[in-house]
């Protein structure tokens, strides 16, 4: 049981590049987000997906695309890459188990990714 | 306003003291409420989850929520060393809705 996987961990990008960075889970959980970490923001809500086949934008979803590509992959697409997208990109994925009220969450390791 | 308030810290306790971390919120439609742990260079871990109002205990850890006020809360008991990390506040409306983050509380436990 793997949990949630990221890659890359690493990355550097010049302004105006693209890449996609990948994200999957093995939980079968419906719910999956992609997050940025920036020093004093905490953690910002890029997109998340609810269930497959459905995306929705957070709170700074400008200059990313998503694609929940099945249940367990949902990768983020940086089209054309900017200074201000230097950041730690985390993935993570939710359910709530069962009938009872419990939750879960997992978040992957992060990806680092700066952009000159 | 923030959605979602929490002060960034740094709080600093001596080992084995009471730790009390709390957040604000705005949005009367939250209904679930959690903590998160990260340490340095780590993705956070879920340590708490409460839905609606009411209290939660998990071994050293008991999370509080008042919704009147809009206020939550998360208590560590008898903390140690290993307990150093930062502490984030998140809140969602419904089980499929978004979720937002506090900006996290840096905790340190001095020994």
């Known amino acids: 049981n793997a949990g949630v996987t990221q890659t890359p961990k690493f990355q550097v990008l010049k302004t105006g590049q693209s890449m996609t960075l990948q994200c999957a889970q093995d939980?079968?959980?419906?719910?999956m987000y992609w997050y940025r970490q920036d020093p004093g923001m905490g953690l910002r809500l890029i997109y998340y997906s609810a269930s497959e086949g459905t995306t929705d934008k957070g709170e700074v979803p400008n200059g990313y695309n998503v694609s929940r590509l099945n249940k367990r992959e949902f990768s983020l697409r940086l089209e054309s890459a900017a200074p201000s997208q230097t950041s730690v990109y985390f993935c993570?994925?939710?359910?709530?188990?069962?009938?009872?009220?419990?939750?879960?969450?997992?978040f992957g390791p992060g990806t680092r990714l700066t952009v000159t | 306003q923030k959605e979602v308030e929490q002060d960034p810290g740094p709080l600093s306790v001596p080992e084995g003291a009471i730790v009390s971390l709390n957040c604000t919120y705005s949005?009367?439609?939250?209904?679930?409420f959690m903590w998160y742990r990260q340490y340095s260079r780590k993705g956070p871990e879920l340590l708490m989850y409460?839905?609606?109002?009411g209290n939660k205990e998990d071994g050293r850890f008991t999370a509080q929520v008042d919704k009147s006020s809009k206020y939550i809360s998360l208590f560590i008991r008898d903390s140690q060393p290993s307990d150093s990390a930062t502490y984030l506040c998140?809140?969602?409306?419904?089980?499929?809705?978004?979720?937002?983050f506090g900006k996290g509380t840096r905790l340190h436990i001095l020994p």
């Open positions: 998140a809140m969602s409306a419904g089980r499929d809705d978004k979720i937002i």
């Open positions: 409460t839905y609606s109002s």
């Open positions: 949005n009367s439609a939250f209904q679930y």
């Open positions: 939980m079968n959980h419906n719910s």
């Open positions: 993570a994925s939710s359910a709530f188990p069962g009938l009872s009220l419990s939750y879960e969450q997992y």
